[in-house]
């Protein structure tokens, strides 16, 4: 019996490429590096913000003090930017709802910063998630299971009873290395159906109404 689904947050409910990509681009020019165009970070954003700076720099200049300056402008920039031009999905509002109804408990988990979760998420979803769980000191960043783990405990729930959704390969290993009941990939985020299919998703989905006919499959 599904008691529970946790969403991933950027590709999932919220489109956030674009504040994203600015908040990236600023960071790495500020230190005269050469920036991407906003399509460009569906691919490199999504495995944590250490991470996507790297992958954003150019491959000569990877290092960790280069990656750390460039951290420091990113926060300080994003911390003010990081809903300029961000939207929910057609739809998710409405689902999130109706699973609600349906006495479904909702969490985010995210590779993001804590901070910016805690921030975007009621702003975009006042009153709707009953636990945000961010990227978060001493804790590994999925696909490791340790944030599900820690929601899955919050939320009084096993993985046997919780669907995991997301738009990447990250989120849909995150779903198999937790032992949640199925991993569902959406389509409308920054990750191609291919990815998801070759990272194990159970379900791949392309509306979030979808989702509702995904849980009544598993609870029937």
């Known amino acids: ?83 300029d031009y961000t939207t929910v999905y057609h739809g998710m509002p409405e689902t999130l709802r109706e699973l609600k109804k349906k006495g479904i408990k909702l969490a985010v988990v995210t590779n993001g910063a804590q901070s910016r979760a805690d921030f975007m998420v009621p702003k975009l979803y006042e009153g709707i998630f009953d636990f945000i769980m961010g990227k978060r000191d001493g804790v590994a960043a999925k696909p490791s299971p340790e944030s599900a783990f820690i929601t899955m405990k919050e939320l009084g729930v096993s993985a046997e009873e919780c669907l995991f959704v997301g738009d990447s390969g990250i989120d849909m290993q995150t779903a198999k290395n937790c032992g949640a009941a199925a991993g569902v990939g959406v389509l409308w985020g920054f990750r191609s159906r291919e990815e998801l299919e070759s990272n194990g998703a159970d379900y791949i989905i392309d509306t979030p109404k979808m989702l509702l006919s995904v849980l009544e499959e598993k609870n029937s």
């Open 1 to 83: 019996m599904i008691k529970a689904v946790l969403f991933d947050l950027d590709g999932t409910i919220a489109d956030t490429l674009r504040d994203l990509a600015n908040s990236y681009n600023y960071a790495i020019s500020s230190y005269g590096f050469p920036t991407h165009e906003t399509e460009e970070y569906k691919e490199l954003v999504g495995r944590g913000i250490l991470d996507a700076i790297m992958r954003a720099l150019p491959e000569g200049e990877r290092n960790e003090e280069t990656i750390a300056k460039c951290k420091v402008v990113f926060d300080e920039y994003n911390a003010a930017h990081s809903s």
